[in-house]
């Protein structure tokens, strides 16, 4: 159980902070040696449903906006969800199997860690109110990209978001916005397993991770909301470079 609340609590905070979320939930149990369920696959789609849970909760009334009097910005979000949806269909053997390597995540976080500090040198006075359709299909595209374990969805979207001319906090936002549906269909897709067998699965362990998931990115979200009013992305992008640090290291004593 306590593992279980410690992913939830790390998948919470990753989601949101631009450090990958999916390499910290792959190398958890990979450096404390954790197997079971909570080192799979569906357990992940649980804690997706608590930041999923987080995602509602901060922005239901920027949802109600959209549907019923910002028509305009709901079709560039579809828009942008499209690549990321797409991605996911053609490559979720390479996505799920062979792009999990430690070491492939180590050159993901130190390269888009660049790109990241790169975005904040880019002009920015545009907010969600001046995107375009151009700016609706880059972001979506770089969301595609953020599958790849390493590169951090909320990472690369507001970086596309600032080499845009968003405002960072306007590019944060409009990330987190696109998050929603990209989050949405991945819980829908592969949470059918857990809801059609769920004798299969100790549903205490998912439940306790979920909640811990969706309280810690209710907080993370408000941080990063606020954070980016005054700061750059600098300093996660030194925690990506220390992270990948570690993770050589873990492979060279694993090794």
């Known amino acids: 159980m306590s593992e279980a609340i410690i992913l939830g609590i790390v998948q919470g905070f990753t989601e949101f902070l631009p450090v990958s979320s999916t390499a910290h939930l792959i190398l958890f149990p990979w450096f404390f040696g954790w197997k079971g369920a909570v080192d799979s696959l569906t357990f992940d789609v649980a804690l997706h449903a608590g930041t999923l849970l987080a995602l509602i909760g901060c922005f239901w009334k920027d949802w109600l906006g959209i549907f019923f009097h910002n028509r305009r910005l709901l079709f560039f979000l579809v828009v942008a969800t499209i690549p990321a949806g797409l991605a996911g269909i053609f490559f979720k053997h390479a996505i799920e199997g062979s792009l999990r390597s430690p070491l492939i995540i180590v050159i993901t976080l130190i390269l888009f860690g660049i790109v990241m500090l790169l975005s904040e040198r880019m002009k920015k006075d545009r907010t969600v109110k001046d995107v375009k359709l151009s700016d609706a299909i880059v ?29 960072r906090e306007e590019s944060a936002r409009f990330s987190f916005l696109l998050s929603t549906p990209a989050v949405f269909g991945a819980v829908l897709l592969e949470g059918r397993k857990l809801l059609l067998s769920p004798d299969n699965y100790a549903l205490s362990l998912f439940l306790a991770g979920l909640i811990a998931s969706a309280i810690s990115g209710l907080i993370a979200i ?15 992008v030194y925690y990506r470079f220390m992270l990948a640090v570690i993770i050589i290291g873990g492979i060279w004593l694993k090794g």
């Open 222 to 236: 408000r941080f990063l909301l606020y954070f980016f009013r005054r700061h750059p992305l600098n300093i996660f």
């Open 139 to 167: 972001i979506g595209i770089s969301q595609a990209v953020a599958l790849i374990p390493g590169v951090s969805r909320s990472g690369i979207t507001i970086s596309a978001g600032l080499f845009r001319g968003l405002e």
